[in-house]
C-alpha cells in the first residue's frame, strides 16, 4: 500500500499548494516582513522627525539614495558601550535561573498531574490554566501588594512571629521580586508541555521496571525522565525566550539596578528616541536566540 | 415594504443613518498627565458647549513624544512639558494655534508666557496649563531626628554624601527625571545648568553617583505614597507631587508631616502646556477646549484641585489663599529669579545623559 502511486490530482491540486503555501505566507507575513522593517530602521540614523529616524523609505524611485545612506552604525555603538552586553549578559542569566527554577517546581506538578486519578485530571488542568482568566498585569500588580515592606507577606510572617514588629521584608523592587514573578507567570507554561508528555507516558513501563526489582527512583530517572525530554525541551524553550526579553515584570517588581535587555529597549525607544538604536537592539536580541536554537534543532535531527 | 428584502435595506438604511448621526456628535480627545484635573472640568465642559471628552492619561514625558513622533495619535490636545515641547515643534509634531479662537488668552500671565516663549518662539503653537518647580520634599520630624535643627534649604542636605550617608536608614528617593536632574545637578555644581557638554554631563552624574549607595528608589511616581506613608524621608519631587503627599498624610492622619522647599541655590522651574498636534481631528473642538480651561475660574479650579501654580494671572483671585500665599507653589518674585529652565538635550548629549543615568541607575 505504501508503494502506491499517489493519486494524480492531488500533485496538480491548486488546493495542494495552497496547503504548503500558507505556512510560508505566514512566516513572510507575521515573522519576515517586520524583521525587515526593524532591520532597516536599524540601519537608519534617529533624527528630529517624524518618525524620528531617517532615511525614510520614500518609494522605488529613490531607492539608490535610500541605500547608499545605511550603515551598521548603530551595531558598534552595542559593542562599544558595555552597558548592552551586560543587559544580554544580565537577561541570559535571570532568563537562565527562572527556566531551571520553573522545571523544578513544574515537573512534580505536572508528574502529580499525569499520575492522578484521570477523575480528577480535567480539574487540576483547570487549576493551572485557571489564573489566565485574570489580566496578566492585575496578577504582576498583586505580587506588588504582596511583596511591599507593608504588604501581605510582611503582616502575615509578622502575625505568625517570624518577623519583629518592626522589621519588613525587603524583597519588592530587587531581584528576587523578578524572580518570583517570572516563575508565577511562566509556570502554566512549563507545567502543560511536560503534562502532555507524561500522560502519553507507557505505564506499562514502569510496571515492567519494578518487576525486574529496579526502584522506584531508579525507574524515573531511567525511564520517566529521558521520554519526556521532548516535553522538558518544549517547556524550557517556551519560558526561555519570552523571559528573555521580558520588560513588564522587571520593570513593575524589579529594582533600578534590575538589568535585563527589555528594559534597556524601552530606553532606547523612550527615553533616548532613538529607534534605529533600539531595533538594532532588538535584531542582535533576535539572532542571539535564533542562531543556537536553529543549531540545536539541526543537531537532533542529525542525531535522530 | 412588500418584500422581507427591502425591508432589510431600509433597516440597514436606517442604520446607517443613525451611525452618522453619532459621528456628527462634537468629541475632543485628550491626552493629560495623570492626576492633573479635577475631573468636574470636563463635565461642566461638555454641558456648556455640547462637545465630548474623551480623556486619557500617561504618566511620562517620553510616552506621549513617542507616540506623537509615531504620528497618528488620535489626540486633539497634548500636555507636553517645555524642553519636548521645543523638540516636538522642530520635529512638526504641532499645529500652530488659532489665536482668533482663543479670546481667553488674554487672561495668561506675561511672566509665564515669556519663559514659555524660550521653548515656542512667540507663543505660536502652545499656552501654559501648570508649571511648578523640582525641589525637597521631606518628612519633617523624620529629618530632625537625623540631622538636629540644621535648616532645610539647601541642595547639600541631599548632594552631600556625609549627608546622605545619615537619611540612608530612613530613605532617600531621587527623581526619576534625568533631563531636571542633570540641570539641577549643574546649577548646584556653579556650573550652566543648560549645558550639554558632555564632561558637565559626567560631572552632574558624579553629583548622584556618589549618593547611590544611600538611595532606596529612583522613582517619579510611587515616592508620592512613599513619602506619605513615611516609607522615605526625603525625595527630590515636583512641588504639586509633595503637597498631593502632604494631603494624602493629613488625610490617612498617620502624623507625617511632610513640608516642600525650594533650595537657596535655586531650582528648575518647569511648564506643561496645552498644544493641538498637527493630525489632530478635531480642531474646532480642540481650540474650544482650550479657550475653556483658559477661563479663569475653570482652571483656578484646576489649580485648587491638582496644587500646583497655573499660568493663568487672572485666574489668581480664584485660587484657594492657601494655594496662592504658599511660597512654594506660588515663589515670590525674589525666589522666582532664581529659578532656571533649559532647553532639550539632543543626539550625543542625549545619548550621555540616558547612558549616564542608567548606570546610575543599576549602580555601576
Known sequence: MADAPAPSFAKASPLRWLVVIIPYLWLVLFFAAPFLIIFKISLSDSAIAMPPYEPVFEGFGKLGDFLSALDFENYQSLVEDSLYLAAYLSSLR???????????????????????????????????????????????????????????????????GLLAPDQQVEIYRTD???????????????????????????GTLLEAASDLGCPPWKAFWRITFPLSLPGVIAGAMICFIPITGEFVIPDLLGGPETLMIGRTLWVEFFGNRDWPLASAVAVVLLLALVVPIVIFQNQQQKVG | MKSPMLRMLALAVSALAATAAAAQEREVHVYNWSDYIDPSILEDFTKETGIKVVYDVFDDNSLLETKLLAGGSGYDVVVPTGPFLQRQIKAGVYRKLDKSKLPNISNMWPEVMTRLAKYDKDNEH???????????????????????????????????????????????????????????????????????????????????????????????????????????????????????????????????????????????????????????????????????????????????????????????????????????????????????????????????????????????
Request: charged share 20%; proline share 5%.
Open chain 2, 126 to 364: 502652545a499656552v501654559n496649563y501648570m508649571w511648578g518647580t523640582t525641589g525637597i520634599g521631606y518628612n519633617i520630624d523624620k529629618i530632625k531626628a537625623v540631622l538636629g535643627d540644621t535648616p532645610i534649604d539647601s541642595w547639600d542636605v541631599l548632594f552631600k554624601p556625609e549627608n546622605a550617608a545619615k537619611l540612608k536608614a530612613c530613605g532617600i528617593n531621587v527623581l526619576d527625571a534625568p533631563d531636571e536632574t542633570f540641570a539641577i545637578a549643574l546649577n548646584y555644581l556653579h556650573k550652566d545648568p543648560n549645558s550639554k557638554e558632555i564632561a558637565d554631563i559626567r560631572a552632574a552624574g558624579e553629583v548622584y553617583s556618589k549618593i547611590r549607595p544611600y538611595a532606596r528608589s529612583i522613582n517619579s511616581a510611587a515616592y508620592i505614597n512613599d513619602l506619605a506613608n513615611g516609607d522615605i524621608c526625603i525625595t527630590i519631587g515636583w512641588s504639586g507631587d509633595i503637597l498631593q503627599a502632604k494631603k494624602r498624610a493629613e488625610e490617612a492622619k498617620n502624623g507625617v508631616k511632610i513640608n516642600y522647599v525650594i533650595p537657596k541655590e535655586g531650582t528648575y522651574m518647569w511648564f506643561d502646556n496645552l498644544a493641538i498636534p498637527a493630525d489632530a481631528k478635531n480642531v474646532e473642538e480642540a481650540h474650544a477646549f482650550i479657550n475653556y480651561l483658559m477661563k479663569p475660574e475653570v482652571i483656578a479650579k484646576a489649580s485648587n484641585y491638582v496644587q500646583y501654580a497655573n499660568g493663568n494671572l487672572a485666574s489668581q483671585q480664584f485660587v484657594d489663599k492657601e494655594i496662592l500665599d504658599n511660597p512654594s507653589v506660588y515663589p515670590t518674585k525674589e525666589v522666582l529669579g532664581r529659578l532656571f529652565t533649559i532647553s532639550p538635550y539632543e543626539g550625543k548629549s542625549q545619548k550621555e545623559v540616558t547612558s549616564v543615568w542608567t548606570k546610575f541607575k543599576n549602580g555601576r
Open chain 1, 176 to 202: 528576587y521580586a523578578v524572580f518570583i514573578g517570572i516563575v508565577y507567570s511562566y509556570l502554566p507554561f512549563m507545567v502543560l508541555p511536560l503534562y502532555a508528555t507524561l500522560e502519553k507516558l507507557d
Open chain 1, 94 to 160: 535571570i532568563a537562565l535561573i527562572s527556566t531551571l527554577l520553573l522545571l523544578l517546581i513544574g515537573y512534580p506538578m505536572a508528574l502529580a498531574m499525569a499520575r492522578a486519578p484521570s477523575t480528577i485530571r480535567p480539574t487540576l488542568m483547570m487549576m493551572v490554566i485557571l489564573p489566565f482568566w485574570t489580566s496578566f498585569l492585575i496578577r504582576v500588580y498583586a505580587w506588588i501588594g504582596i511583596l511591599k515592606p507593608e504588604g501581605l507577606l510582611t503582616v502575615a510572617l509578622q502575625a505568625v
